[in-house]
Protein backbone atom coordinates (compact mmCIF):
# COMPACT_ATOMS: atom_id res chain seq x y z
CA UNK A 1 0.00 0.00 0.00
CA UNK A 2 1.07 3.29 -0.97
CA UNK A 3 2.38 5.78 1.90
CA UNK A 4 0.32 8.78 1.47
CA UNK A 5 3.05 11.61 2.50
CA UNK A 6 1.52 14.03 5.35
CA UNK A 7 1.96 17.24 3.20
CA UNK A 8 -0.06 16.27 0.67
CA UNK A 9 -2.82 14.99 3.55
CA UNK A 10 -2.90 18.41 4.85
CA UNK A 11 -2.35 20.34 1.28
CA UNK A 12 -5.67 18.32 0.45
CA UNK A 13 -7.60 18.82 3.52
CA UNK A 14 -7.04 22.60 3.04
CA UNK A 15 -8.04 22.09 -0.42
CA UNK A 16 -11.08 20.49 0.90
CA UNK A 17 -11.64 23.27 2.99
CA UNK A 18 -11.13 25.94 0.49
CA UNK A 19 -14.18 24.39 -1.72
CA UNK A 20 -16.58 24.03 1.06
CA UNK A 21 -16.06 27.31 1.83
CA UNK A 22 -16.32 28.60 -1.97
CA UNK A 23 -19.71 26.18 -2.35
CA UNK A 24 -21.36 27.72 1.03
CA UNK A 25 -20.43 31.48 -0.49
CA UNK A 26 -17.95 32.49 2.65
CA UNK A 27 -15.07 32.96 -0.05
CA UNK A 28 -17.55 35.34 -1.65
CA UNK A 29 -18.81 37.02 1.32
CA UNK A 30 -15.21 37.47 2.26
CA UNK A 31 -14.42 39.36 -1.16
CA UNK A 32 -17.36 41.62 -0.67
CA UNK A 33 -16.09 42.75 2.86
CA UNK A 34 -12.82 43.26 1.67
CA UNK A 35 -14.14 45.51 -0.98
CA UNK A 36 -15.80 47.40 1.48
CA UNK A 37 -13.53 47.55 3.63
CA UNK A 38 -11.18 49.24 1.00
CA UNK A 39 -13.49 51.33 -0.29
CA UNK A 40 -14.10 52.68 3.58
CA UNK A 41 -10.73 52.61 4.85
CA UNK A 42 -7.91 51.65 2.68
CA UNK A 43 -8.59 53.99 -0.10
CA UNK A 44 -9.32 57.18 1.76
CA UNK A 45 -6.22 56.28 4.07
CA UNK A 46 -4.37 55.91 1.22
CA UNK A 47 -5.35 59.39 -0.02
CA UNK A 48 -4.01 61.56 2.63
CA UNK A 49 -0.69 59.85 2.77
CA UNK A 50 -0.27 60.11 -0.58
CA UNK A 51 -1.56 63.66 -1.04
CA UNK A 52 0.43 64.94 1.69
CA UNK A 53 3.90 64.20 -0.31
CA UNK A 54 2.22 65.49 -4.11
CA UNK A 55 2.59 69.24 -4.84
CA UNK A 56 1.51 70.21 -8.41
CA UNK A 57 1.61 66.51 -9.57
CA UNK A 58 4.71 66.00 -8.49
CA UNK A 59 6.76 64.18 -5.20
CA UNK A 60 7.93 67.15 -2.17
CA UNK A 61 7.65 67.76 1.11
CA UNK A 62 6.67 71.18 0.11
CA UNK A 63 3.82 70.93 2.19
CA UNK A 64 5.39 69.81 5.73
CA UNK A 65 7.95 72.52 5.16
CA UNK A 66 5.30 74.89 4.96
CA UNK A 67 3.85 73.27 8.40
CA UNK A 68 7.35 73.66 10.17
CA UNK A 69 8.13 76.76 8.75
CA UNK A 70 5.46 78.77 9.43
CA UNK A 71 5.50 80.15 13.50
CA UNK A 72 1.58 79.63 13.47
CA UNK A 73 1.27 76.08 12.56
CA UNK A 74 4.60 75.25 15.03
CA UNK A 75 2.53 77.01 17.75
CA UNK A 76 -0.64 74.91 17.05
CA UNK A 77 1.85 71.63 17.31
CA UNK A 78 2.89 73.10 20.45
CA UNK A 79 -0.38 73.64 21.90
CA UNK A 80 -1.85 70.29 20.83
CA UNK A 81 1.12 68.50 22.27
CA UNK A 82 1.28 69.84 26.01
CA UNK A 83 -2.41 70.81 26.45
CA UNK A 84 -3.57 66.67 25.88
CA UNK A 85 -0.28 65.95 28.64
CA UNK A 86 -1.41 68.25 30.84
CA UNK A 87 -5.26 66.74 30.08
CA UNK A 88 -4.15 63.28 30.35
CA UNK A 89 -2.02 63.59 33.31
CA UNK A 90 -5.07 65.50 35.23
CA UNK A 91 -7.52 63.13 33.97
CA UNK A 92 -5.51 59.93 35.31
CA UNK A 93 -4.98 61.71 38.35
CA UNK A 94 -8.94 62.19 38.77
CA UNK A 95 -10.06 58.52 37.62
CA UNK A 96 -8.02 56.66 38.94
CA UNK A 97 -8.54 58.26 42.34
CA UNK A 98 -12.10 57.96 41.99
CA UNK A 99 -11.87 54.46 40.56
CA UNK A 100 -9.83 53.71 43.94
CA UNK A 101 -12.43 55.22 46.36
CA UNK A 102 -15.42 53.60 44.61
CA UNK A 103 -14.23 50.15 43.85
CA UNK A 104 -11.68 49.35 47.02
CA UNK A 105 -13.07 51.08 49.70
CA UNK A 106 -16.36 51.06 51.86
CA UNK A 107 -18.07 54.02 50.54
CA UNK A 108 -22.04 53.49 50.14
CA UNK A 109 -24.32 53.74 46.78
CA UNK A 110 -21.41 52.37 44.60
CA UNK A 111 -23.49 51.97 41.83
CA UNK A 112 -25.23 55.03 41.70
CA UNK A 113 -21.72 56.97 42.28
CA UNK A 114 -20.51 54.77 39.21
CA UNK A 115 -22.78 56.18 37.12
CA UNK A 116 -22.91 59.28 37.41
CA UNK A 117 -19.12 59.68 37.72
CA UNK A 118 -18.93 58.00 34.30
CA UNK A 119 -21.53 60.20 33.07
CA UNK A 120 -19.68 62.51 31.16
CA UNK A 121 -18.52 59.86 28.79
CA UNK A 122 -21.83 60.19 27.34
CA UNK A 123 -22.30 63.78 27.12
CA UNK A 124 -20.65 65.35 23.90
CA UNK A 125 -17.32 67.60 24.99
CA UNK A 126 -19.19 70.22 22.89
CA UNK A 127 -21.89 70.03 25.62
CA UNK A 128 -19.31 69.93 28.39
CA UNK A 129 -17.23 73.20 26.78
CA UNK A 130 -20.95 74.74 26.25
CA UNK A 131 -21.83 74.11 30.28
CA UNK A 132 -19.01 75.18 31.17
CA UNK A 133 -18.93 79.00 29.15
CA UNK A 134 -22.42 79.50 30.31
CA UNK A 135 -20.84 78.59 34.06
CA UNK A 136 -17.46 80.09 34.43
CA UNK A 137 -17.88 82.75 31.23
CA UNK A 138 -17.48 86.39 31.76
CA UNK A 139 -21.40 86.91 32.74
CA UNK A 140 -21.47 82.90 33.90
CA UNK A 141 -23.20 81.72 36.88
CA UNK A 142 -20.20 81.67 38.73
CA UNK A 143 -19.37 85.30 37.51
CA UNK A 144 -22.64 86.70 38.65
CA UNK A 145 -22.17 85.26 41.80
CA UNK A 146 -18.86 86.54 42.34
CA UNK A 147 -19.91 90.26 41.35
CA UNK A 148 -22.93 89.36 43.98
CA UNK A 149 -20.06 89.11 46.46
CA UNK A 150 -17.28 91.54 45.62
CA UNK A 151 -19.31 94.16 43.13
CA UNK A 152 -18.67 94.91 39.69
CA UNK A 153 -15.36 94.22 37.83
CA UNK A 154 -13.53 91.83 35.93
CA UNK A 155 -13.76 87.97 38.01
CA UNK A 156 -10.10 86.17 38.43
CA UNK A 157 -10.68 83.60 36.02
CA UNK A 158 -10.64 82.90 32.45
CA UNK A 159 -12.51 80.17 30.38
CA UNK A 160 -11.17 81.59 26.95
CA UNK A 161 -7.69 80.36 27.83
CA UNK A 162 -5.64 77.47 27.71
CA UNK A 163 -6.00 76.39 31.36
CA UNK A 164 -9.71 76.46 30.44
CA UNK A 165 -9.31 74.27 27.49
CA UNK A 166 -7.06 72.18 29.59
CA UNK A 167 -9.61 71.66 32.80
CA UNK A 168 -12.59 70.89 30.62
CA UNK A 169 -10.66 68.72 28.32
CA UNK A 170 -9.41 66.67 31.26
CA UNK A 171 -12.84 66.30 33.37
CA UNK A 172 -14.53 64.89 29.99
CA UNK A 173 -11.57 61.91 29.33
CA UNK A 174 -11.20 60.79 33.07
CA UNK A 175 -13.79 58.29 32.33
CA UNK A 176 -11.62 56.23 30.15
CA UNK A 177 -9.45 56.24 33.14
CA UNK A 178 -12.16 55.38 35.69
CA UNK A 179 -13.45 52.62 33.53
CA UNK A 180 -10.35 50.84 32.34
CA UNK A 181 -8.96 51.18 36.03
CA UNK A 182 -12.50 50.29 37.76
CA UNK A 183 -12.47 46.93 35.72
CA UNK A 184 -8.68 46.34 36.60
CA UNK A 185 -9.26 46.57 40.46
CA UNK A 186 -12.33 44.09 40.49
CA UNK A 187 -9.94 41.39 38.88
CA UNK A 188 -6.89 41.64 41.30
CA UNK A 189 -6.32 38.73 42.97
CA UNK A 190 -7.12 39.47 46.50
CA UNK A 191 -4.81 36.94 47.85
CA UNK A 192 -1.62 38.89 46.91
CA UNK A 193 -3.38 41.36 49.28
CA UNK A 194 -4.23 39.12 52.24
CA UNK A 195 -0.54 37.73 52.31
CA UNK A 196 1.35 41.09 52.52
CA UNK A 197 -1.43 41.95 55.75
CA UNK A 198 -1.08 38.75 57.09
CA UNK A 199 2.61 40.03 57.73
CA UNK A 200 2.05 43.00 58.77
CA UNK A 201 2.05 45.31 56.06
CA UNK A 202 0.04 48.54 56.48
CA UNK A 203 -2.97 49.68 53.94
CA UNK A 204 -1.06 52.42 52.63
CA UNK A 205 2.43 50.42 51.76
CA UNK A 206 0.26 47.45 49.86
CA UNK A 207 -1.39 50.10 47.68
CA UNK A 208 1.60 51.60 46.82
CA UNK A 209 3.82 48.09 46.31
CA UNK A 210 0.99 45.64 45.61
CA UNK A 211 -2.26 47.10 44.12
CA UNK A 212 -0.56 49.87 41.88
CA UNK A 213 1.37 47.72 40.37
CA UNK A 214 -0.63 45.54 39.26
CA UNK A 215 -3.53 48.14 37.95
CA UNK A 216 -0.35 50.22 36.14
CA UNK A 217 -1.45 48.79 32.48
CA UNK A 218 -5.15 49.51 33.51
CA UNK A 219 -4.03 53.17 34.17
CA UNK A 220 -1.79 53.44 31.12
CA UNK A 221 -4.38 52.04 28.81
CA UNK A 222 -7.37 54.75 29.74
CA UNK A 223 -4.07 57.87 30.13
CA UNK A 224 -3.62 56.48 26.33
CA UNK A 225 -7.28 56.66 25.17
CA UNK A 226 -7.65 60.17 27.31
CA UNK A 227 -4.32 61.38 25.12
CA UNK A 228 -5.96 60.19 21.82
CA UNK A 229 -9.16 62.06 22.70
CA UNK A 230 -7.62 64.96 23.86
CA UNK A 231 -5.58 65.80 20.94
CA UNK A 232 -8.22 64.51 18.50
CA UNK A 233 -10.71 66.83 20.36
CA UNK A 234 -12.34 69.97 17.87
CA UNK A 235 -15.53 71.35 20.21
CA UNK A 236 -13.44 72.14 23.19
CA UNK A 237 -10.45 74.16 22.03
CA UNK A 238 -13.24 75.76 19.45
CA UNK A 239 -15.43 76.67 21.56
CA UNK A 240 -12.88 77.78 24.29
CA UNK A 241 -9.50 78.60 22.57
CA UNK A 242 -10.43 80.27 18.86
CA UNK A 243 -12.19 83.36 20.78
CA UNK A 244 -8.53 83.72 22.49
CA UNK A 245 -6.82 82.98 19.30
CA UNK A 246 -4.97 79.62 21.09
CA UNK A 247 -5.12 77.30 18.48
CA UNK A 248 -4.56 73.33 18.63
CA UNK A 249 -4.09 70.91 15.52
CA UNK A 250 -7.29 69.95 14.99
CA UNK A 251 -8.84 73.77 15.30
CA UNK A 252 -5.68 74.67 12.72
CA UNK A 253 -6.96 72.20 10.48
CA UNK A 254 -10.88 73.66 10.41
CA UNK A 255 -9.42 77.00 9.54
CA UNK A 256 -6.98 76.01 6.66
CA UNK A 257 -10.11 74.02 5.27
CA UNK A 258 -11.95 77.24 5.40
CA UNK A 259 -9.73 79.15 3.12
CA UNK A 260 -8.80 76.78 1.81
CA UNK A 261 -5.67 75.14 1.74
CA UNK A 262 -5.80 71.51 1.49
CA UNK A 263 -2.35 71.00 0.69
CA UNK A 264 -1.34 72.13 4.29
CA UNK A 265 -4.82 70.45 6.13
CA UNK A 266 -3.22 67.10 4.49
CA UNK A 267 -0.22 67.84 5.96
CA UNK A 268 -1.00 68.81 9.42
CA UNK A 269 -3.24 65.27 9.41
CA UNK A 270 -0.70 62.81 8.54
CA UNK A 271 1.24 64.94 11.59
CA UNK A 272 -1.21 65.12 13.75
CA UNK A 273 -1.90 60.89 12.65
CA UNK A 274 2.05 60.65 13.70
CA UNK A 275 1.52 62.20 17.17
CA UNK A 276 -0.95 59.76 17.87
CA UNK A 277 1.30 56.89 16.92
CA UNK A 278 4.20 58.22 18.72
CA UNK A 279 1.45 58.71 21.97
CA UNK A 280 0.20 55.18 21.22
CA UNK A 281 4.16 53.05 21.09
CA UNK A 282 5.23 55.17 24.12
CA UNK A 283 2.44 54.48 26.37
CA UNK A 284 2.85 50.71 24.90
CA UNK A 285 6.24 51.02 26.00
CA UNK A 286 5.42 52.60 29.69
CA UNK A 287 3.46 49.44 30.15
CA UNK A 288 5.97 47.08 29.40
CA UNK A 289 5.30 43.02 29.55
CA UNK A 290 1.91 41.84 29.98
CA UNK A 291 3.78 38.66 31.92
CA UNK A 292 4.08 40.93 35.01
CA UNK A 293 0.86 41.23 35.48
CA UNK A 294 -0.50 37.49 34.73
CA UNK A 295 -1.75 37.97 38.63
CA UNK A 296 -4.81 39.37 37.07
CA UNK A 297 -7.62 37.12 36.50
CA UNK A 298 -10.59 36.81 33.59
CA UNK A 299 -13.17 37.06 36.03
CA UNK A 300 -14.47 39.68 38.39
CA UNK A 301 -13.45 39.10 42.38
CA UNK A 302 -14.78 40.20 45.44
CA UNK A 303 -11.79 42.87 46.46
CA UNK A 304 -10.94 43.68 49.92
CA UNK A 305 -12.44 46.69 51.32
CA UNK A 306 -10.72 49.42 52.80
CA UNK A 307 -12.90 50.49 56.13
CA UNK A 308 -12.50 54.45 56.03
CA UNK A 309 -13.47 55.08 59.43
CA UNK A 310 -14.08 58.58 60.65
CA UNK A 311 -13.00 59.48 56.91
CA UNK A 312 -15.79 58.08 55.52
CA UNK A 313 -18.65 60.99 55.31
CA UNK A 314 -15.71 63.27 54.34
CA UNK A 315 -14.55 60.77 51.42
CA UNK A 316 -18.64 60.31 50.28
CA UNK A 317 -18.64 64.23 50.32
CA UNK A 318 -16.04 64.57 48.10
CA UNK A 319 -17.49 62.45 45.91
CA UNK A 320 -20.21 63.76 45.73
CA UNK A 321 -18.54 67.16 45.40
CA UNK A 322 -16.37 66.05 42.59
CA UNK A 323 -19.67 64.84 40.72
CA UNK A 324 -22.00 67.92 41.66
CA UNK A 325 -19.04 69.87 40.15
CA UNK A 326 -17.98 68.05 37.28
CA UNK A 327 -21.43 66.44 35.97
CA UNK A 328 -24.28 68.19 37.65
CA UNK A 329 -23.16 71.93 37.31
CA UNK A 330 -22.24 72.35 33.67
CA UNK A 331 -25.40 70.84 32.48
CA UNK A 332 -27.96 72.55 34.54
CA UNK A 333 -25.92 75.78 33.28
CA UNK A 334 -26.91 74.18 30.02
CA UNK A 335 -30.24 73.78 30.96
CA UNK A 336 -30.58 77.01 32.70
CA UNK A 337 -29.13 78.91 29.84
CA UNK A 338 -31.33 77.63 27.48
CA UNK A 339 -34.33 79.13 29.28
CA UNK A 340 -32.96 82.67 29.77
CA UNK A 341 -34.13 85.58 27.37
CA UNK A 342 -30.19 86.37 26.41
CA UNK A 343 -26.66 84.65 28.19
CA UNK A 344 -26.02 86.51 31.48
CA UNK A 345 -29.50 87.37 32.04
CA UNK A 346 -30.53 87.80 36.15
CA UNK A 347 -31.99 84.84 37.49
CA UNK A 348 -35.58 86.06 38.09
CA UNK A 349 -38.69 84.80 36.90
CA UNK A 350 -39.37 87.25 34.00
CA UNK A 351 -36.29 86.59 32.31
CA UNK A 352 -36.98 82.98 31.80
CA UNK A 353 -38.72 81.81 28.47
CA UNK A 354 -39.18 79.29 25.51
CA UNK A 355 -37.96 81.72 22.70
CA UNK A 356 -35.11 79.78 22.54
CA UNK A 357 -37.19 76.77 22.06
CA UNK A 358 -39.36 78.07 19.46
CA UNK A 359 -36.76 79.37 17.46
CA UNK A 360 -35.04 76.49 17.25
CA UNK A 361 -38.14 74.52 16.71
CA UNK A 362 -38.89 77.09 14.18
CA UNK A 363 -35.62 76.26 12.08
CA UNK A 364 -35.72 74.35 8.87
CA UNK A 365 -32.22 74.06 8.80
CA UNK A 366 -31.58 72.75 12.55
CA UNK A 367 -35.46 70.14 12.14
CA UNK A 368 -33.56 69.50 8.90
CA UNK A 369 -30.12 68.75 11.27
CA UNK A 370 -32.24 65.96 14.21
CA UNK A 371 -33.55 64.37 10.67
CA UNK A 372 -29.97 63.95 9.38
CA UNK A 373 -28.29 63.18 12.39
CA UNK A 374 -30.87 60.10 13.16
CA UNK A 375 -30.91 58.68 9.79
CA UNK A 376 -27.10 58.99 9.62
CA UNK A 377 -26.27 57.59 13.18
CA UNK A 378 -29.10 54.79 12.25
CA UNK A 379 -27.81 54.04 9.22
CA UNK A 380 -24.30 53.56 10.48
CA UNK A 381 -24.66 51.64 13.22
CA UNK A 382 -26.78 49.33 11.13
CA UNK A 383 -24.59 48.71 8.45
CA UNK A 384 -21.67 49.02 10.80
CA UNK A 385 -22.81 46.58 12.99
CA UNK A 386 -23.71 43.73 10.52
CA UNK A 387 -20.47 43.98 8.43
CA UNK A 388 -17.88 43.83 11.53
CA UNK A 389 -20.18 40.78 12.79
CA UNK A 390 -19.63 39.09 9.89
CA UNK A 391 -16.00 40.06 9.93
CA UNK A 392 -15.77 38.87 13.38
CA UNK A 393 -17.41 35.75 12.62
CA UNK A 394 -15.43 34.80 9.53
CA UNK A 395 -12.01 35.38 11.66
CA UNK A 396 -13.03 33.39 14.82
CA UNK A 397 -15.22 30.93 13.32
CA UNK A 398 -14.60 30.17 9.91
CA UNK A 399 -11.17 30.73 10.55
CA UNK A 400 -11.10 32.27 7.02
CA UNK A 401 -7.38 33.34 5.54
CA UNK A 402 -7.88 37.19 5.05
CA UNK A 403 -10.27 37.84 7.69
CA UNK A 404 -7.81 38.89 10.34
CA UNK A 405 -6.32 41.34 8.24
CA UNK A 406 -9.95 43.27 7.60
CA UNK A 407 -10.59 42.90 11.01
CA UNK A 408 -6.96 44.39 11.69
CA UNK A 409 -7.53 47.36 8.81
CA UNK A 410 -10.69 47.87 10.42
CA UNK A 411 -9.04 48.96 13.85
CA UNK A 412 -6.95 51.31 12.25
CA UNK A 413 -9.37 54.22 12.17
CA UNK A 414 -9.91 54.20 16.13
CA UNK A 415 -6.24 55.34 16.45
CA UNK A 416 -6.88 58.14 14.13
CA UNK A 417 -8.11 61.63 14.82
CA UNK A 418 -11.23 62.71 13.45
CA UNK A 419 -10.09 65.22 11.46
CA UNK A 420 -7.70 63.26 9.95
CA UNK A 421 -11.06 61.33 8.61
CA UNK A 422 -12.41 64.08 7.72
CA UNK A 423 -9.72 65.62 5.33
CA UNK A 424 -9.69 61.87 3.80
CA UNK A 425 -13.27 62.06 3.14
CA UNK A 426 -12.85 65.30 1.13
CA UNK A 427 -9.55 63.86 -0.87
CA UNK A 428 -11.16 60.64 -1.35
CA UNK A 429 -14.87 61.33 -2.49
CA UNK A 430 -14.31 64.99 -4.08
CA UNK A 431 -13.06 63.57 -7.51
CA UNK A 432 -12.56 60.04 -7.17
CA UNK A 433 -11.52 58.04 -10.40
CA UNK A 434 -14.17 55.56 -10.15
CA UNK A 435 -18.02 55.97 -8.71
CA UNK A 436 -19.88 59.08 -7.99
CA UNK A 437 -18.95 62.08 -6.33
CA UNK A 438 -19.85 62.07 -2.19
CA UNK A 439 -18.48 65.23 -1.44
CA UNK A 440 -21.63 68.08 -0.88
CA UNK A 441 -24.10 65.07 -0.17
CA UNK A 442 -25.22 63.75 2.65
CA UNK A 443 -23.75 60.24 2.28
CA UNK A 444 -19.99 61.36 2.80
CA UNK A 445 -20.94 62.07 5.92
CA UNK A 446 -22.24 58.42 6.20
CA UNK A 447 -18.99 56.83 5.06
CA UNK A 448 -16.97 59.12 7.38
CA UNK A 449 -19.19 57.91 10.35
CA UNK A 450 -18.33 53.95 8.95
CA UNK A 451 -14.79 55.00 8.78
CA UNK A 452 -14.77 55.73 11.94
CA UNK A 453 -16.52 53.74 14.21
CA UNK A 454 -16.08 50.22 12.74
CA UNK A 455 -13.07 49.81 15.40
CA UNK A 456 -16.52 49.84 17.56
CA UNK A 457 -18.76 47.19 15.83
CA UNK A 458 -15.74 45.08 15.80
CA UNK A 459 -14.93 45.08 19.49
CA UNK A 460 -17.80 44.13 20.24
CA UNK A 461 -19.01 41.51 18.18
CA UNK A 462 -15.48 39.67 18.35
CA UNK A 463 -15.23 40.43 22.44
CA UNK A 464 -19.19 38.13 21.99
CA UNK A 465 -18.06 35.83 19.58
CA UNK A 466 -14.96 35.01 21.54
CA UNK A 467 -17.49 33.72 24.63
CA UNK A 468 -19.27 31.33 22.41
CA UNK A 469 -18.21 27.99 22.43
CA UNK A 470 -17.48 26.23 18.94
CA UNK A 471 -18.60 22.88 20.62
CA UNK A 472 -22.27 24.63 20.07
CA UNK A 473 -21.71 24.60 16.53
CA UNK A 474 -19.85 21.64 15.58
CA UNK A 475 -23.14 19.71 17.98
CA UNK A 476 -25.50 21.81 15.27
CA UNK A 477 -23.69 20.69 12.35
CA UNK A 478 -23.32 17.06 13.12
CA UNK A 479 -26.90 16.69 13.53
CA UNK A 480 -26.96 17.58 10.09
CA UNK A 481 -27.61 21.28 10.13
CA UNK A 482 -26.23 23.66 7.49
CA UNK A 483 -23.85 26.01 7.82
CA UNK A 484 -26.13 28.67 7.52
CA UNK A 485 -28.85 27.18 9.73
CA UNK A 486 -26.82 26.73 12.38
CA UNK A 487 -25.57 30.25 12.34
CA UNK A 488 -28.93 31.56 12.01
CA UNK A 489 -30.02 29.52 15.33
CA UNK A 490 -27.30 28.75 17.53
CA UNK A 491 -24.81 31.54 16.95
CA UNK A 492 -27.15 34.77 16.01
CA UNK A 493 -29.05 34.78 18.93
CA UNK A 494 -25.93 33.75 21.23
CA UNK A 495 -24.04 37.01 19.39
CA UNK A 496 -27.65 39.32 19.00
CA UNK A 497 -26.96 40.78 23.00
CA UNK A 498 -23.20 42.05 21.55
CA UNK A 499 -24.78 43.22 18.17
CA UNK A 500 -27.61 45.66 20.04
CA UNK A 501 -25.08 47.25 22.48
CA UNK A 502 -22.07 47.56 19.54
CA UNK A 503 -25.59 49.43 17.73
CA UNK A 504 -26.36 51.92 20.96
CA UNK A 505 -22.83 52.36 21.25
CA UNK A 506 -22.11 53.58 17.66
CA UNK A 507 -24.89 55.53 17.58
CA UNK A 508 -24.75 57.56 20.38
CA UNK A 509 -20.87 58.24 19.16
CA UNK A 510 -21.97 59.02 15.62
CA UNK A 511 -25.44 61.17 16.93
CA UNK A 512 -23.11 63.74 18.28
CA UNK A 513 -20.43 63.64 16.47
CA UNK A 514 -18.62 66.85 15.97
CA UNK A 515 -15.02 66.58 14.98
CA UNK A 516 -15.29 64.80 11.15
CA UNK A 517 -18.79 66.86 10.41
CA UNK A 518 -17.30 70.07 10.81
CA UNK A 519 -15.27 69.35 8.11
CA UNK A 520 -17.22 67.85 5.25
CA UNK A 521 -20.78 68.97 6.25
CA UNK A 522 -22.72 71.25 3.23
CA UNK A 523 -25.73 73.10 3.23
CA UNK A 524 -29.09 70.46 3.29
CA UNK A 525 -26.63 67.97 4.71
CA UNK A 526 -26.14 69.84 8.56
CA UNK A 527 -26.20 67.80 11.25
CA UNK A 528 -27.20 68.59 15.11
CA UNK A 529 -23.21 68.70 16.46
CA UNK A 530 -22.71 71.02 13.18
CA UNK A 531 -25.98 73.01 13.98
CA UNK A 532 -25.03 73.46 17.58
CA UNK A 533 -21.43 74.75 17.12
CA UNK A 534 -22.85 76.97 14.38
CA UNK A 535 -25.09 78.62 16.91
CA UNK A 536 -22.68 78.73 19.61
CA UNK A 537 -19.96 80.09 17.36
CA UNK A 538 -22.15 82.64 16.06
CA UNK A 539 -23.36 84.05 18.92
CA UNK A 540 -26.62 82.61 19.44
CA UNK A 541 -25.88 81.02 23.01
CA UNK A 542 -29.40 80.31 23.79
CA UNK A 543 -30.22 78.35 20.74
CA UNK A 544 -27.40 76.71 20.96
CA UNK A 545 -28.08 75.14 24.62
CA UNK A 546 -31.57 74.32 23.54
CA UNK A 547 -31.06 72.24 20.81
CA UNK A 548 -28.29 70.90 23.06
CA UNK A 549 -30.92 70.00 25.99
CA UNK A 550 -33.33 68.81 23.27
CA UNK A 551 -30.70 65.84 22.55
CA UNK A 552 -29.51 65.20 25.90
CA UNK A 553 -32.56 62.80 27.04
CA UNK A 554 -31.86 60.68 23.40
CA UNK A 555 -28.41 60.23 24.08
CA UNK A 556 -28.62 59.57 27.92
CA UNK A 557 -31.60 56.72 27.19
CA UNK A 558 -29.52 55.27 25.05
CA UNK A 559 -26.20 55.53 27.31
CA UNK A 560 -28.40 53.85 29.79
CA UNK A 561 -29.69 51.00 27.92
CA UNK A 562 -25.89 50.65 26.90
CA UNK A 563 -25.04 49.82 30.58
CA UNK A 564 -27.98 48.13 31.21
CA UNK A 565 -27.28 45.26 28.35
CA UNK A 566 -23.78 45.69 29.52
CA UNK A 567 -24.75 44.59 33.12
CA UNK A 568 -27.14 41.65 31.85
CA UNK A 569 -24.43 40.12 29.89
CA UNK A 570 -22.12 40.45 32.97
CA UNK A 571 -25.22 38.61 35.35
CA UNK A 572 -24.98 35.86 32.32
CA UNK A 573 -21.04 35.70 32.51
CA UNK A 574 -21.64 35.18 35.61
CA UNK A 575 -24.42 32.33 35.84
CA UNK A 576 -22.27 30.75 33.05
CA UNK A 577 -19.39 30.25 35.11
Do not use: C
Not at 152 to 165: D, E, H, L, R, T
Not at 376 to 397: E, H, P, Q, R
Request: net charge positive.
Amino acid sequence: MAVIPAEATASQRAMNRAWRALGDGRVALLVGLGIFVVLTVVYPLFQVIWRSFVVDGAFSFENYARVFLTPRNLVAVWNSLWVSVIATALSVVIGTLTAFLVVRTDVPWKAPLSLLLVLPFAIPPLFAAMGWVQLAGPVGLFAQGWREVFGPGPVPWNIYSAPGIVFVLAITNYPFVFLTVAGALQRVDPSLEEAARTAGVGTMRIMRDITLPLVRPAIYGGGLLAFVSSIDNFGIPAVLGMRAQFYVLTTRIYEALTIPNMPLATAMSVLLVGVALIAMVGFRRMEGGRSQYAVIGGKSTTPNLIRLGRARPWVVAGLVAVILVIVILPLFALVLTSFLRFWGAPLTWEFLSLRHYEAVLGTAGARRGIVNSLFLAGAAATILIFVTAMISYLNLKARMRGAGTLDAIGLVPFALPGSVIGVAMILAWSNPPVGPVLYGTIWILLVAYIMRYMAFGLQTTRATLAQIHDSLEEAAMASGASRMRTVRDVTLPLLRPGMVAGWILIFISAFNELTVSVLIWTSGAETIGVWIFLMQDSGHTGRAAALAVLTLPVILVLYLLMRWFARAEERRQARAA
